[in-house]
């Protein structure tokens, strides 16, 4: 327990005066600041880090001074240093400086002065009185005189982060407010202080800005100090000649002929300094009470300890005490994922108001007890594979608030270490359309992998985009791909080397150009039966592809031919190539079914005069096929001996009126199958 306080030494040569020396005991152990016991020296606030001890006050030639380990570092333009707090690396002191001949509330952050109040130039002077500080908050509590003309006002002011909040209400005719202390709780702001009426000295304690009046029996009182300690308020003050100590209200007088500056509470137990008389009532000593026990720190007579404070076992102290409030409680975390060495968890949320702006830490154990290190990261690594593990949560420990009770476990299993993927065989063509390839499964390995597919437009497997399905969809048309299959990683086994391709080749869309040169008009993914003299040779095609060109004035028959019954032409799709053969084989100088002739320069010579059908297909998606709409063209279909079947494209197929004599010139446009 530390306690800081001014001692009061006689001086030697004359026996009658007084010389104050700042001083710090240090459970009991006397530490004088100063070493000149001629010159007065104040300390007025103490802040306890881990390693450091930082006081304010005044030096043996009135200067302000904070002190660093006994070290005096100068304020700038301080003329009064009240109250030091501590945040990460940064020091704040509040106190008083000089402006324009004026006292003016101050705030110091590492020495740099920030000018709390305002410019106002009825603005007499201010006072900052007490200073506290959680994360990157900063509250200051003081007061404001003005003159309204009439008479001097004072004011209770609170600035957090150097916005002013007015603490007096305006109730009486003229404001007389002092804020004192001030201690910051969670979410709450505690401000003790005093309200002057007619005379009379009005113990307030400010609640996050309402004004709650303490119970004083008409007594005068000066407030001091305040400290929060979960549901408990405590205020310190005094009553002259009487030091009283109220808890959530309720008035206690510890001793009378006493005064009281400071409070701190450690768990169960209430520390309040400050001085009392033990020999002659009107000549006192430091004291600290512990519980309403009286506690004499020195021997000197005139010493008063003004502040208490203590360092904790990890060397955190919050500047007017240390105590926490209860964390906040959180969800258990969810799995993600896991490898053989590493688990990866979901957020956890908190399940209680969240109030001191906790976060959230993690921990894992092999035991379900929570465990003592904790990390704010959501995924675990150098874990050991196939091992549980046990997943905890909780609200992390802040400046206010102590680290919450460990969620329930959530307990994962980490993989084995794997082992290498076997070997499989090449996948097999299933079927094929313009837009899509389906394959034929592969054989399952014997070590209990499955098995994955990935395609790719060139030789080489892909890293990514493997898949479970048998089929690849949404492929261009008329293009290369490479099919590839592997094992499948899971827990045990890594992924195999892919196998060799599968090399597949999707089938043309009708408008694209086909092997031909011409345009492809008919597509059946499914396939359909083309023709031939020798039914030995009948095939299956997908495509039908007409000729780049159209050719005009054939007549369907050569001369001596065009009354010649050509037996077994048919209408139907797939029968165009057959017609043709059947005409040549009886009249090899047939302009129409000659048409291969005409197209020996293209890239395919299998073209052959399409049937009624096929001419209906071209029909159908002229839009996709670069071919006259006027014209009359010739089918290798017979209507009878002197007639055959024409297709007319400005107008579409009719069966009323679409054949004519063979001898006839109409047009003529080859196709092919593939």
Known sequence: ??????????????????SETATIWNNG????????????SS???????????????????????????????????????????????DVYVAGVSYDNNRTRATLWKNGVKTILSDTNEKLLGSWANSVFTVGLDVWVVGKEVFDNGTAYEEFAVLWKNGSKINLSDGTYEYNNFHANSLYVFGSDVYIAGTEVKEGESIPVLWKNGVKIILTHDGLNCN??????????????????????????????????NSAMNSIYISGSDVYVVGSSAYDKPNISAATIWKN??????????????????????????????????????????????????????????????????????YGRSQIDVAPEIWQDGLTFIGLNANTTYYIFARSKENITH??????????????PVKTAGEDVDAPTLDKISNNSITINAVSLPGNGQTIEYAKNTTNSAP??????????????????????????????????????????????????????GGKIFYYDPDGFTVFM?????????????????????????????????????????????????????????????????????????????????????????????NIPTSALYWSSTQYNNTNAWFFNFSLGFNYDYSFYVKSIDYSARGIRAF
């Open 43 to 89: 300390a007025n606030s103490i802040y306890v880090t881990d390693s450091d001890v930082f006081v304010v006050g005044l030096d043996e030639y009135q200067n302000a001074t904070l002190w660093k380990n006994g070290t005096k570092i100068n304020l700038s333009d301080c003329i009064e240093a009240s109250s030091v707090s501590v945040s990460g690396s």
């Open 402 to 415: 102590n680290a919450g009770i460990p969620s329930m476990a959530l307990f994962v299993t980490t993989n």
């Open 463 to 516: 890293l990514s985009g493997w898949q479970d399905e048998l089929i690849f969809t949404g492929l261009n048309s008329n293009t290369q791909y490479f099919i590839f299959a592997r094992s499948k990683a899971d827990l045990a086994h890594n992924a195999g080397t892919p196998s060799d391709a599968l090399i597949v080749k999707t089938h043309y869309k009708v408008g694209d150009t086909g092997p031909g």
């Open 223 to 256: 407030v001091t100090g305040v400290y929060a300690s979960n549901s408990d308020i405590y205020v310190t003050g005094n009553a002259h000649p009487d030091a009283i100590l109220w808890k959530n209200g309720v008035k206690t007088i510890l001793n009378s």
């Open 29 to 40: 152990k006397t530490i004088y600041l100063s070493d000149n016991f001629i010159n007065h």
């Open 292 to 361: 309403g026990n009286r506690i004499r720190l020195s021997d000197r007579h005139g010493s008063t300890a003004n502040f208490v404070t203590r360092k904790d076992s990890k060397g955190n102290n919050s500047g007017f005490g240390n105590d926490k409030m209860t964390g906040a409680t959180v969800s258990a975390p969810q799995f993600i994922s896991k490898t053989h060495n590493s688990i990866t968890i979901t957020a956890a949320t908190f399940t209680s108001a969240n109030s001191g702006k906790q976060t959230i830490e």
């Open 1 to 18: 327990m530390q306690v800081q306080h001014k001692q009061y030494i006689e001086v030697p040569q004359s026996g009658l005066g007084f």
């Open 533 to 625: 003299l020798d039914p030995e040779e009948n095939y299956i095609a997908n495509h039908l592809e007409v000729a780049p060109t159209v050719i005009y004035g054939l007549p369907w028959a050569s001369a001596g031919y065009t009354s010649t019954n050509i037996t077994g032409t048919s209408m139907l799709l797939g029968t165009g190539r057959r017609n043709t053969s059947l005409i040549l084989a009886i009249d090899k100088n047939s302009p129409a079914a000659n048409i291969n002739v005409n197209y020996l320069a293209t890239l395919q010579t299998d073209w052959f005069l399409p049937s009624v059908n096929e001419l209906s297909q071209l029909y159908s998606n002229m839009s996709h096929v």
